[in-house]
């Protein structure tokens, strides 16, 4: 299996620009979830889908941010306009039974916003 | 509400020691599910174990064990002999009936050889 695969690795934007960041999560799963990473906060949940249904949103920040799952295996969180306190690490990650079952996360996306 | 909470925040061995890395939660869940995950610096996660609420048998997986017990909420995780490969910053999570997987600040491990 080749796990969650997310694009792009690394990200420098400059402040006020779009940013889009991609995600195929693991074939067969039915969950997926984006979680940003900080010095300051560790790991947070942003929102996450079920059979690309989106279920829970209440972690994301505010309304610069957006994610959708038009398909099983494609998602995106989009940053628009950006910020330099976005800055973070992504990840994106899935499971096959939310809760109760171990989440397979990517690679990340090193996100610098200038 | 969950908290999970990781209260040593960096850890120094030499290799070949023994060393306990500690985890308690809170929780007003019944059902619930304990998860260690490990972050090298390569900086991805990796799952290490998954604990559900009703099993507190304790578990062993080559230099890896987790002793889990209810009675004083913790989820702790043990490195036998260890090696400069397990320099990681280690995260333990929980998720119960809201489903919402909470983590740990985390605790950095260096292994010096």
């Known amino acids: 299996d080749a796990g969650v695969i997310q694009s792009p690795r690394h990200e420098v934007t400059e402040m006020g620009q779009e940013v889009t960041l991609r995600c195929k999560p693991i074939?067969?799963?039915?969950?997926l979830f984006w979680y940003r990473q900080t010095m300051m906060r560790g790991l947070e949940l942003l929102i996450y889908?079920?059979?690309?249904?989106?279920?829970?949103d209440s972690g994301m920040p505010e309304d610069r941010f957006s994610a959708k799952m038009p398909n099983a295996s494609f998602s995106t969180l989009k940053i628009q306009p950006s910020e330099p306190r976005d800055s973070a690490v992504y990840f994106c990650?899935?499971?096959?039974?939310?809760?109760?079952?171990?989440?397979?996360f990517g690679p990340g996306t090193r996100l610098t916003v200038t | 509400a969950q908290k999970v909470t990781q209260a040593q925040t960096e850890i120094s061995v030499v290799e070949k020691e023994d060393v306990t890395l500690d985890c308690v939660y809170e929780?007003?869940?019944?059902?619930?599910?304990l998860f260690w995950y490990k972050q090298p610096p390569s900086g991805e996660l990796v799952f290490l174990i998954r604990?559900?609420?009703?099993?507190?048998q304790n578990e062993i997986s080559g230099r890896y064990s987790w002793n889990f017990q209810k009675s004083t909420s913790s989820f702790n995780f043990t490195i036998t002999a260890s090696q400069v490969v397990d320099s990681a910053v280690y995260f333990c999570?929980?998720?119960?009936?809201?489903?919402?997987?909470?983590f740990g600040k985390g605790i950095t491990l260096s292994v010096r050889p």
């Open positions: 889908f079920n059979n690309n249904v989106p279920i829970d």
């Open positions: 999570a929980h998720t119960g009936a809201n489903s919402k997987l909470t």
């Open positions: 929780t007003r869940d019944t059902t619930y599910y």
């Open positions: 074939s067969g799963h039915d969950y």
């Open positions: 604990r559900n609420s009703f099993d507190e």
């Open positions: 990650a899935s499971s096959l039974h939310h809760g109760v079952a171990e989440q397979y």
